[in-house]
């Protein structure tokens, strides 16, 4: 049973950076993706970024081109959510997930980190 847990959230104001970390235990990303998703008060989830474990092959929301970075580190089983020049729109709960293929863009998911919070103030 693969665990993702998310950490790195926080306040920060606008025009500042977080950087979001993933970890996962219980199993390895190995040649899955690993996906980032937000969901901010009173709407859906909406999807963020996502990175391709064995190749490295990434995938960026519009709002998230030029601002996010989507990278890993396999040594650690880690990834991060790099996320500069923030604005209040970027305010939501952040969750990694593992879809249950190797797409960079999909809605199965089949594990899901609980999520970090992060708040950005204007």
């Known amino acids: 049973q693969v665990q993702l847990v998310e950490s790195g959230g926080g306040l920060v104001q606008a025009g500042g950076s977080l950087r979001l970390s993933c970890a996962a235990s219980?199993?390895?990303?190995?040649?899955?993706?690993l996906a980032w998703l937000r969901q901010a008060p009173g709407q859906g989830r909406e999807y963020v970024a996502a990175?391709?474990?064995?190749?490295?092959?990434?995938y960026y929301a519009d709002f998230a081109k030029g601002r996010f970075t989507v990278s890993r580190d396999d040594a650690k089983n880690l990834a991060f959510l790099q996320m500069n020049s923030l604005t209040p729109a970027d305010t939501a709960v952040y969750y990694c997930?593992?879809?249950?293929?190797?797409?960079?863009?999909?809605?199965?998911?089949?594990?899901w980190g609980r999520g970090t919070q992060v708040t950005v103030s204007s």
């Open positions: 997930a593992r879809p249950r293929t190797r797409a960079l863009y999909t809605a199965d998911f089949d594990y």
């Open positions: 219980g199993g390895t990303f190995g040649a899955y993706t």
């Open positions: 990175i391709r474990w064995d190749d490295g092959l990434t």
